[in-house]
């Protein structure tokens, strides 16, 4: 069975400053989606960034960037030039044929 | 589109009563699921569709009950509801293709959630 580990419960970072959220897991498949989802205090899961594990290059987006290291089985998040608005909830998700969560980790942005 | 709706926003139930959350999605997705998240946890699968008349069990699906008779709905059935069901549930849609390798999913769309409470 596929998990997902986020060893990091709470994090703060100062505003425009780097932060790296970490993330785990565990499968035995060889090609896989993974994604790292946001979700505000609305509650609305937001889609930051997704990795197709076929591929080498890490993925980026703007701001957000993974490190994916497919041998160690390691997905982790940088966001960079944080703004106050990416506090949030952060989630790792790993696809084959369901979606597995980590249980999330409590990113604040602080002025 | 309005992506994937669900109804209602907010539920309060008694215990033992029974009550359906409904999902639709305007996407075409094949692909839906139903998630609880309880405070300060991630999402945990409950069922999940891979279309039309095909429903699977997740990680926590006893108490519930799903049906999907149709590409874009996917109602979620509670029936003699309990404390233990308070949580806060999403659906989602994706769109799947089947490889070779096997059936490999893309990113999923979640709804806005309902939040139930079960006293």
């Known amino acids: 069975a596929q998990t997902v580990t986020q060893s990091q419960p709470e994090m703060s970072v100062q505003e425009a400053e780097t932060v790296t959220l970490s993330c785990t897991y565990d499968t035995s498949e060889n090609n896989y989606y993974l994604f790292w989802y946001k979700q505000p205090p609305s509650r609305q899961m937001i889609l930051v960034i997704r990795?197709?594990?076929?591929?080498?290059q890490n993925a980026t987006e703007n701001r957000f960037s993974v490190n994916f290291q497919k041998a160690a089985k390691s997905f982790s998040l940088k966001i960079s030039d944080s703004q106050l608005g990416d506090t949030a909830m952060y989630f790792c998700?790993?696809?084959?044929?369901?979606?597995?969560f980590g249980a999330g980790t409590r990113l604040t942005v602080k002025p | 589109n309005a992506g994937v709706t669900q109804t209602p926003k907010f539920r309060i139930l008694k215990i033992g009563q029974s009550m359906t959350l409904q999902c639709t999605q305007d996407m075409n997705h094949n692909y839906m699921y139903w998630y609880r998240q309880d405070p300060g946890m991630g999402l945990k699968l409950i069922y999940y569709?891979?279309?039309?008349?095909?429903?699977d069990k997740g990680e926590v699906p006893n108490g519930y009950n799903v049906s999907r008779s149709t590409t874009e709905d996917f109602p979620l059935r509670l029936e003699l509801a309990a404390p233990s069901q308070t949580s806060v549930y999403f659906c989602?849609?994706?769109?799947?293709?089947?490889?070779?390798?096997?059936?490999?999913?893309?990113?999923?769309?979640f709804g806005p959630g309902t939040r139930l409470t079960v006293t």
């Open positions: 989602a849609s994706s769109y799947s293709v089947r490889r070779q390798t096997g059936s490999q999913s893309y990113e999923q769309y």
């Open positions: 569709s891979v279309g039309a008349g095909i429903t």
């Open positions: 998700a790993f696809i084959y044929n369901d979606m597995r």
């Open positions: 990795q197709e594990a076929y591929k080498q």
